[in-house]
């Protein structure tokens, strides 16, 4: 069953044992496919807008006391970007200063393979997404961390493929 409501409250929220708030994110990927249906090896990912402003990132948000990192990572792209998929190995972990509270925080990243894309979801209204190369995610992108979890992705499925 799909929620269709964001999660709101940090009563769940999980904090390391330093009390840096724990959040978990991921890289929206497919490969592009042209208008005759073939799926090409060009890759793309998926951005969305903040809700604050029209800076761009990959969807990302608190890791809960009810939910492995994996289950959270998921329920972030269905609330911020509207989007199923297979959450992948993770990317890896991070610290980084929040610029709205001024605190070091905990991020994972994921890799999601997106195999759906929803018509509606709960953040449909206060956020755009958009699809982008690597090299325009890379430019729009506001968070150094995320730029470097995009490297590990793009550098992880290139040896994939040889």
Request: proline share 2%.
């Amino acid at each position: 069953m799909l929620c269709l409501v964001s999660r709101t409250g940090r009563h769940l929220q999980r904090y390391d044992n330093l009390g840096r708030r724990q959040v978990v994110g991921c890289i929206p990927y497919r490969y592009k496919c042209s208008s005759d249906g073939i799926i090409s090896d060009e890759l793309e990912v998926l951005l969305i807008s903040s809700q604050k402003c029209q800076k761009m990132m990959f969807p990302k948000g608190g890791w809960e006391l009810d939910e492995s990192r994996e289950e959270a990572a998921l329920r972030e792209s269905i609330e911020e970007a509207g989007v199923i998929g297979n959450v992948e190995c993770e990317l890896g972990k991070w610290y980084f200063i929040s610029k709205s509270h001024g605190k070091v925080y905990e991020g994972h990243m994921f890799p999601l393979l997106v195999n759906e894309e929803l018509d509606f979801w709960p953040e449909q209204n206060v956020r755009q997404r958009i699809w982008m190369n690597v090299k325009e995610a890379r430019d729009v992108c506001q968070h150094w961390w995320m730029k470097e979890a995009l490297d590990i992705l793009v550098e992880r499925l290139s040896s994939l493929q040889q």
